[in-house]
């Protein structure tokens, strides 16, 4: 597998991992203890990861 597809997977891996670790805390389950406002982050940073891993994917060809 090339690099930048591993990268690219590990960056998605952890947009994923963000945007739920955001939603949690917008929603207060799981005993996060985060408001409304400071669960935005945690979610904005999972979709930047999660769309950047997506598009290094994507634009990564393969060589045989």
Known sequence: M???RTFGSILTVLGIIGIIVGALGFLGIGGMGLSKLN???PFGV???FFFA??????ATGDRA
């Open 2 to 4: 090339n690099q930048k």
């Open 39 to 41: 669960s935005a982050v």
């Open 46 to 48: 999972g979709l930047i």
């Open 53 to 58: 891993g997506i598009n290094l994917v994507k």
